[in-house]
């Protein structure tokens, strides 16, 4: 079955770093787009990026344009979210998230259909 | 990017009645080429991820119960619980996948009266 394992919680202190990862199993870890979703306590889901597996290749939001940062490892079937400069506004719950590929959608342009359990990073000094 | 926006932000129904939420979209997200809507419905609990409830705008993934039900096209949509169950309190939220920057609908916070 499909699962999308992430590492454990962190607290980090402002101006830090971050480095998350998100192992796949159950399926073809190139086939698929995983996007990464963060989601600030009481808040809503914010999209922050994805990365093509099969290439490489990524996109980001504009709000995190130069902090962050995609990437995979397809020897260990394991992508990886990596933010700079924290802030205590970055204080959140980061989900990876597969992109399905069903029927009329591909790519990166598809509906998450499998997440990851959530890895809580705190920034507090 | 396309701004997605749901009504109400709270939502509270008596047991077995009927919970609608809606979502525009800034944009449409209707594919003229493949007729397709690129909208989805995701249910999410306390210390949870977001569940997969509705894609295409109103097909049921699997395993979801029949009472789930979505409808609408091009920039409104609609999330229907025909008979609200005790298990459905949650927050719903939608999304579009047309463009791959998916954005999210603020969330409808679905309460029991």
């Known amino acids: 079955q499909v699962q999308l394992v992430q590492s454990g919680a962190e607290v980090k202190k402002p101006g830090a770093s971050m480095k998350v990862s998100c192992k796949a199993s159950?399926?073809?870890?190139?086939?698929?787009?995983i996007h990464w979703v963060r989601q600030a306590p009481g808040q809503g889901l914010e999209w922050m990026g994805w990365?093509?597996?099969?290439?490489?290749?990524?996109n980001y939001a504009q709000k995190f344009q130069g902090r962050v940062s995609v990437t995979r490892d397809t020897s260990i079937i394991t992508a990886y979210l990596e933010l700079s400069g924290l802030r205590s506004d970055d204080t959140a719950v980061y989900y990876c998230a597969r992109s399905s590929s069903r029927g009329y959608c591909s790519g990166g342009s598809c509906f998450p259909d499998y997440w990851g359990q959530g890895t809580l990073v705190t920034v507090s000094s | 990017d396309i701004v997605m926006t749901q009504s109400p932000d709270s939502l509270a129904v008596s047991l077995g009645e009927r919970a609608t939420i809606n979502c525009k979209s800034s944009q449409s997200v209707l594919y003229n080429s493949n007729n397709k809507n690129y909208l989805a419905w995701f249910q999410q609990k306390p210390g949870q991820p977001p569940k997969l409830l509705i894609y295409w705008a109103s097909t049921r993934e699997s395993g979801v119960p029949d009472r789930f039900s979505g409808g609408g096209s091009g920039t409104d949509f609609t999330l229907t619980i025909s008979s609200l169950q005790a298990e459905d309190v949650a927050v719903y939220y939608c999304?579009?996948?047309?463009?791959?920057?998916?954005?999210f609908g603020q969330g409808t916070k679905v309460e029991i009266k």
């Open positions: 159950g399926y073809t870890f190139t086939g698929y787009y």
């Open positions: 999304q579009q996948y047309y463009s791959s920057s998916w954005t």
């Open positions: 990365i093509n597996p099969n290439s490489g290749g990524t």
